[in-house]
């Protein structure tokens, strides 16, 4: 597990950490601060191909990257890997994921630590309400709950 902060434009580098990944792709979009009157929780999408996949991202970049809201997971099953984009701006590479580590050596990131700001907030644009509308309408998955540990 890469744990990946800092100095570059997160949903630029999640993009060229998650593309090359395996078809096909599940995403989750993890639902902490709901503002539309949807339920907490997670949010899975059924199986996607790399067209539907950036098709979505290109929708809904502006507002996963601007609002605080979410977390948004993009799994791998044939490769048993995921990349993590959370609400702090960090980025989480899990599994066998070989590319991600060139990617990384490419754009110059190095070893050391990433953490959370402490005091940080969380900001959430009430203009972006619909947004989360319709980026739940588009996953047509499923929802469960959140676990203990992501609830803030």
Known sequence: MVRIGGGHD???????????MAEPFVLVYVLHSPRSGARAGRYQSPKMTVGELRLF??????FLSTDARHDLWVLSPTEQGAVL???????????PLDHCSETLETLGFRDGNVSVPDPHRHAQDHTLDGEE??????????????????IE
């Open 85 to 95: 984009w959370d609400r702090h701006d960090l980025l989480t590479a899990c599994g």
């Open 57 to 62: 991202l290109e929708r809904f970049f502006p």
């Open 133 to 150: 509308r319709d980026l739940l309408a588009a996953l047509e998955g499923s929802w469960s709950e959140l676990k203990p540990e992501e």
């Open 10 to 20: 997160p949903a630029a580098l999640f993009r060229m950490l998650v593309v090359p």
